[in-house]
């Protein structure tokens, strides 16, 4: 209500614009060139999507149940359990192979695009918050497999990690598109951000180039 178009302010994205100048130059300090993260240009697009989908899980919540420090507390020590559980079942047990998990993380993100508020808002109260967390939290679980499962790959650990931070700083800026396409949109552009991340992952462009 607060917006007269859908438009992203010109105070934003001087703002935004300094905070991923700033984030480069911390990240360049603490990990080391940006060459040597290069590799890792898949990881980056993760902690890109991975934002959105943690954005899109905060608002789809405060709009279910209310935007309280209540509500945002529990969405994010929910996401905080869901990245540790994908951990802990990459350390204990064998997941499927990248591929299969980008499938069932495809899957996740349809379900969550496709599942109108509205609806949910029609629940009583028991049933609307699991069929919320199934839809919000399902997609996190799936992508934090993969994540944990590339980053378990990695030769470079420091470099592989400040890949991955700046591009969650990139989603962290990015979600200020909600203000231009609203906040469902998230979905499909987390979804945009995943198919890049499997593109530019180093399996599938070893696959590209001996095919």
């Not at 859908?6 to 940006?34: E, K």
């Not at 020590?77 to 802990?88: F, I, P």
């Not at 593109?199 to 001996?210: D, F, G, K, V, Y």
């Amino acid at each position: 209500m607060y917006l007269y178009g859908r438009s992203i302010p010109g105070y934003y994205l001087v703002a935004l614009l300094g905070i991923i100048l700033a984030s480069l130059v911390a990240i360049r300090a603490a990990g080391g060139p940006v060459r040597r993260m290069l590799p890792y240009v898949d990881l980056a697009f993760l902690g890109a999507a991975f934002l959105l989908l943690e954005t899109r899980a905060i608002t789809g919540f405060a709009l279910l149940f209310g935007t309280t420090w209540v509500v945002n507390a529990i969405v994010f020590a929910g996401v905080l359990l869901v990245v540790l559980a994908a951990v802990e079942v990459t350390r204990h047990w064998s997941t499927p192979p990248l591929r299969l998990l980008y499938l069932a993380l495809a899957g996740t993100l349809l379900l969550a695009g496709l599942v109108p508020p509205d609806l949910l808002l029609q629940l009583p109260l028991v049933p609307r918050a699991l069929t919320a967390v199934l839809v919000a939290f399902l997609p996190v679980f799936v992508a934090n497999l993969i994540f944990a499962k590339r980053f378990n790959d990695t030769a470079d650990a420091t470099s592989a990690f400040a890949a991955n931070l700046l591009g969650a700083i990139v989603g962290g800026c990015l979600e200020y598109l909600s203000l231009v396409v609203g906040y469902q949109m998230l979905i499909a552009l987390a979804a945009a951000l995943y198919l890049a991340a499997l593109l530019s992952s180093p399996r599938t462009s070893q696959l590209a180039t001996t095919s």
